[in-house]
């Protein structure tokens, strides 16, 4: 079974302090990962992916993440958080030559100015 | 860049009541996608269409149809509305296989 965790569902933290938010997966085989956002009353927005090559990939307003293939793991970060990150973050794992991605449950990042 | 426009923004129904949410885009896009997301959790796959006339069952198929008219446009059919399937439904296209997945703002499912 193909699977992907994000282990906490809420975090909070203060403006301009950095941030992980955690996702692991469980697949056979070559692996596209992904990480969205979504602000309040809103359909999600790409960050950023990763397929093959350099492990830590960058993505817009600063954020960027690191897969790990030891750890399965594909966390998200950012150095310097702004209140207007404040929204809920989805990772997403699909196999390539596969259209079924598999998302988590989210992480809702509460950011206190 | 184009845009997914979803109809209708909220869709009120009754309980055992066939209703229809609709989903257009313009991004000339191959691959369509619904989702079902509920209140603090992640999204579900219902049902997905790689090119024009096909589809494709997701693991939530069950109680809904869909239908791709044609490339840019993707319909689901809730076929009896039930009391716990009140949520958002997401509807997303992309390019093709393992391609970024672009969504509409979604519609929200309320069965009385």
């Known amino acids: 079974t193909q699977t992907v965790s994000q282990s906490d569902a809420h975090v909070t933290v203060f403006e301009g302090d950095s941030v992980e938010l955690r996702c692991n997966y469980s697949y056979g085989g070559s692996i596209y990962l992904s990480w969205y956002i979504q602000h309040h009353g809103r359909g999600l927005q790409f960050l950023l992916k990763y397929y093959s090559g350099n492990p830590v990939v960058q993505g817009v307003n600063g954020f960027e993440a690191e897969f790990s293939k030891s750890d399965s793991s594909f966390h998200l970060r950012k150095a310097s958080v702004h209140w207007s990150d404040s929204a809920v973050y989805f990772c997403a794992a699909v196999n390539t030559g596969n259209y079924k991605y598999v998302f988590g449950a989210g992480t809702r990042l509460k950011v206190i100015a | 860049g184009g845009i997914i426009t979803q109809t209708p923004k909220f869709l009120i129904g009754q309980e055992g009541q066939k209703l229809t949410l609709k989903c257009q885009q313009n991004?000339?896009?191959?691959?369509m996608y619904w989702y079902r997301q509920d209140s603090g959790k992640g999204l579900r796959l219902i049902y997905y269409?790689?090119?024009?006339?096909?589809?494709q069952k997701g693991d939530l198929s069950e109680g809904y149809d869909a239908s791709r008219e044609k490339k840019s446009s993707f319909s689901l059919t809730v076929t009896s509305a039930q009391k716990n399937e009140m949520a958002v439904f997401l509807c997303a296209s992309s390019q093709g296989n393992a391609e970024t997945l672009y969504f509409g703002s979604g519609t929200r499912l309320t069965v009385l």
């Open positions: 269409s790689i090119t024009e006339n096909d589809l």
């Open positions: 991004f000339n896009h191959d691959t």
